[in-house]
């Protein structure tokens, strides 16, 4: 009897892990992990555009308007119906990674994958169990307005396959100096989306002049993004790597001015921000953007 009810007691296990595998549920992460990703959240400037002003963390629903028409921002919290609470852990990362939803449906690059692809699986690892943790919200997102025909079947594609940008992934995240600094600028900051210039005709950025501003004619939603490289005219060449890593971390320029718009609302984050992240990555930030090209760009 005992040799049987311990087979059983066998076979009822190995049933309950099919079942909860089948069913995209995700192993409890430990404290250690969920840190980390919520510090790998902040340093992606809290994912704000999955929250509303003054709205529930990460219960999306902000509106982006385009010349392909209006999106809404996801809700990434754990609620099953309305969020990702049912999606795999390895259907989220295909989803902050590829730009792809579980039933193969395409994000639109509103969202910043081309640069999220360069994040480190153990990061994005941890952002997963992070946002498990985030307390559910049960909100539907409202329905995306397409106005151009065939955009999705046709133009996105060939887009992406023509002017979309990529970053490469490392084996692991870079810990400390010039490549710590090039991994979250480029990657979990996704800086260059507002501060690279794109072209007015096709949205797409130009990296061979990284990080050398936007108007507000192809700044992100409809804002002037400043120039940040290391140009003493027209950039940020006359601050010192100590001034950036202050405003970074406060909000405050060298001039007295406070940082506004969205630069604000990434310092300050969702439930984490560029204000949570250590004086160590600061530095390597400022220190990556002092060795870039200084390109001469002059942002009104």
Not at 18 to 40: L, Q
Not at 180 to 195: Q, S
Request: with cysteine; hydrophobic share 35%.
């Amino acid at each position: 009897m005992v040799r049987v009810s311990r087979c059983a007691a066998r076979r009822l296990v190995l049933v309950t892990c099919f079942v909860a595998f089948s069913a995209g549920v995700a192993w409890a992460a430990g404290p250690a992990d969920v840190a980390r990703g919520k510090y790998v959240f902040g340093a992606a400037a809290g994912c704000g555009c999955h929250t509303e002003p003054k709205g529930q963390a990460n219960a999306g629903g902000k509106k982006f308007e385009g010349p392909f028409g209006t999106v809404y921002a996801s809700n990434i919290t754990p609620d099953r119906p309305t969020g990702i609470g049912g999606w795999t852990d390895e259907q989220i990362i295909t989803a902050v990674r590829f730009g792809r939803r579980p039933n193969g449906e395409r994000i639109l690059p509103v969202h910043p994958f081309t640069s999220f692809n360069g994040m480190a699986e153990e990061d994005l690892k941890a952002l997963v169990s992070f946002l498990r943790t985030v307390p559910p919200v049960h909100r539907t997102t409202p329905p995306k307005k397409i106005t151009v025909p065939m955009f999705e079947r046709v133009f996105l594609p060939v887009w992406l396959a023509t002017f979309a940008s990529k970053e490469t992934p490392p084996p692991a995240a870079p810990v400390s100096g010039l490549p710590r600094g090039e991994y979250l600028v480029r990657a979990v900051g996704h800086c260059g989306e507002c501060h690279t210039p794109r072209s007015a005709l096709t949205m797409a950025v130009d990296n061979s002049r990284l990080l050398a501003g936007n108007s507000k004619k192809t700044g992100p939603e409809g804002q002037a993004a400043p120039n940040i490289t290391p140009d003493k005219g027209t950039g940020i060449g006359d601050w010192t790597e100590e001034q950036i890593v202050t405003y970074l971390g406060t909000g405050n320029r060298p001039d007295g001015d406070v940082a506004g718009g969205l630069m604000g609302e990434n310092i300050q984050g969702t439930l984490a921000g560029y204000k949570d992240m250590t004086n160590a990555d600061l530095r390597s930030i400022a220190q990556y953007l002092k060795s870039i090209p200084a390109i001469k760009n002059k942002i009104e």
